[in-house]
């Protein structure tokens, strides 16, 4: 059975989960938390600067002096504070009839003279960043000015793919039940900051007006291929997502089409409408798989560990959707999986698992590479 691990990826939604996430800085920089630190999702954890860019100024090229000479010519020394289009360098000829500046490119600090190239070298302002806690929860460790780890407890959705970065908000939810169509009619003034959440199909409309309401994030079942492009105003590549900025982060638990959301998905969220939550839409789906999640934590639970759900493996019994054709995105049970690798219409030889559909309780024989466990 431990084989079944490897070939099997799996999707968690549940409503007991001890959740942890590493909230790390680029570079060293400062810890504003400690150890046991009670923390919400917008509080500031860590903070660095990185270093500005760099900007180019040939003053041996703008002066015509030899490099050499461009120290003779500097009105700032190494180390010196300029602002944009501030005179950093001028030369005279011919007493004085031949008059030739250099100004800086941007403001920032004079950082190399080079008496080899001739060039100066500005380094513009540092690059702030803040790392917020992303959870409300506990700071359960520190590690060195780079590292905070957060720790909650609480309900835990992943889906299939997402755009946008991290959002948190008070969880909305629009649609009555998992596949009704999440449309523009349903959208209002009062989803601003708010997590929402829809049931089947979104429409394209509909997401543009969550972006001019200023919501947070939407959650929904799936949506059509060609207006998540039209959404992003580009094709989505297969790599990695999360970075995008469409204003408002997304976040599919099925996939494309017309898929309703899967009816436990729906009911963990709609039975938390209005309760805090964080949202993440980034996701990997090559190796080192990252899903999009929906983290909605419960404040002060004391549940037994032993209680929280954990990751499993493939059984009989277990809950999957199937990611390939003919049967792609469709919901289903194991109830059997054979030992013997057996042959499949490709001619390959794999191991199989046989499966009942959800919607028709029809059996079919499928490779177990393209099943996805939903762990509960």
């Known amino acids: 059975m431990r084989a079944t691990h490897g070939y099997t990826p799996g999707l968690r939604v549940t409503e007991r989960a001890l959740i942890r996430r590493m909230r790390r800085l680029p570079l060293p920089g400062r810890i504003h938390v400690q150890v046991g630190d009670q923390v919400t999702a917008e509080q500031l954890v860590a903070s660095t600067e ?24 500097m009105l700032f020394d190494e180390g010196d504070r300029v602002e944009a289009r501030e005179i950093i360098a001028e030369s005279r000829a011919f007493w004085g009839l031949f008059h030739s500046i250099a100004r800086a490119p941007i403001s920032g600090t004079i950082e190399t003279v080079s008496e080899v190239t001739g060039q100066v070298l500005v380094r513009g302002e540092p690059i702030s960043v803040e790392i917020d806690a992303y959870i409300d929860g506990t700071v359960v460790a520190v590690e060195g000015t780079e590292t905070v780890v957060i720790e909650t407890r609480g309900a835990l959705a992943q889906g299939i793919l997402g755009v946008g970065g991290e959002a948190h908000g008070a969880i909305k939810v629009l649609c009555d039940s998992p596949d009704e169509l999440c449309h523009v009619g349903l959208i209002a003034e009062e989803c601003a900051g708010c997590i929402l959440v829809g049931g089947g199909r979104v429409t394209l409309d509909a997401l543009r007006a969550a972006v001019d309401a200023r919501a947070a994030a939407v959650i929904t079942g799936a949506i059509d291929d060609v207006d998540l492009d039209d959404f992003l105003g580009y094709a989505l590549g297969v790599a990695i997502t999360g970075q995008e900025a469409p204003g408002t982060s997304l976040v599919l638990t099925e996939g494309f089409g017309d898929t309703p959301m899967r009816r436990r998905t729906f009911e963990l969220l709609a039975a938390r409408d209005g309760r805090r939550a964080s949202v993440n839409g980034a996701t990997q789906i090559r190796a080192g798989v990252i899903r999009p999640e929906v983290i909605v934590p419960e404040p002060g639970a004391t549940w037994d560990a032993d209680t929280e759900a954990e990751a499993a493996g493939l059984g009989v019994g277990s809950d999957v959707r199937l990611i390939r054709q003919p049967y792609f995105g469709r919901l289903a049970e194991v109830v059997e999986l054979p030992e013997r690798l057996e042959t499949i219409p490709t001619e390959a030889e794999v191991r199989v698992a046989r499966v009942r559909l959800e919607d028709t309780g029809e059996v079919v024989t499928v490779p177990r590479a393209n099943l996805e466990i939903i762990e509960q």
Do not use: Q, R
């Open 50 to 73: 990185l270093p500005g860019n760099v900007a180019n100024v040939n003053v041996a090229h703008e002066l015509s002096v030899t490099p050499e000479d461009v120290p003779g010519v």
